[in-house]
T-cell receptor
């Protein structure tokens, strides 16, 4: 188990271009989360998956954003027609949702992908 | 909407001093996590607390979960420059999305 990995670590793109980020969660974890973090702020929830099902999306996730987790393992986050306001750190986290009756659902984060839109 | 507040927002202290940072909410959480984040990196989990009134110790760090599971504190004894970072609390649990506070940025000066 090598933890949560994210690729690329850094991405610089021009406004209007599309970008795609990848997240590989801890192998036995069934939940996967995407967050966005801007400088000086805590992470803001974007969306999460339980296995391959996308269970919730934040209103922060505009139509230009799409996330997939096709086989319930790795996930991709795509941003179409990037804008300068999309510049941020995009974080992925995974957790193992426990069976009913337990309440601990601790999430583990990857190192993030830093996006800069010029 | 569940919100978490953290205080203070910034804290700068000398090496060897003690400090406490706080995480407060009007909502009840089934679990609460504390993370430390360094610039350019993802948050690293320090501890998870799940029981009201629970106290956990991690070397010089002491974490407490409020009795009503709405607030938490992190106390650091004899702070060291290596403790410098952004301390984040996050509330959540099974069936809930995680909500993060804005963080406390700690700077420990040698």
């Amino acid at each position: 188990d090598t933890g949560v990995s994210q690729n690329p670590r850094h991405k610089i793109t021009k406004r209007g271009q599309n970008v795609t980020f990848r997240c590989d969660p801890i192998s036995e974890h069934n939940r996967l989360y995407w967050y966005r973090q801007t400088l000086g702020q805590g992470p803001e929830f974007l969306t999460y998956f339980q296995n391959e099902a996308q269970l919730e999306k934040s209103r922060l996730l505009s139509d230009r954003f799409s996330a997939e987790r096709p086989k319930g393992s790795f996930s991709t986050l795509e941003i179409q027609r990037t804008e300068q306001g999309d510049s941020a750190m995009y974080l992925c986290a995974s957790s193992s949702a426990q069976a009913s009756g337990t309440s601990t659902d601790t999430q583990y984060f990857g190192p993030g992908t830093r996006l800069t839109v010029l | 909407t569940q919100l978490l507040e953290q205080s203070p927002q910034f804290l700068s202290i000398q090496e060897g001093e003690n400090l406490t940072v706080y995480c407060n909410s009007s909502s009840v959480f089934s679990s609460l996590q504390w993370y430390r984040q360094e610039p350019g990196e993802g948050p690293v989990l320090l501890v998870t607390v799940v029981t009201g009134g629970e106290v956990k110790k991690l070397k010089r760090l002491t974490f407490q979960f409020g009795d009503a599971r709405k607030d938490s504190s992190l106390h650091i004894t004899a702070a060291q420059p290596g403790d410098t970072g952004l301390y984040l609390c996050a509330g959540g649990g099974y069936g809930q999305n995680f909500v993060f506070g804005p963080g406390t940025r700690l700077s420990v000066l040698p």
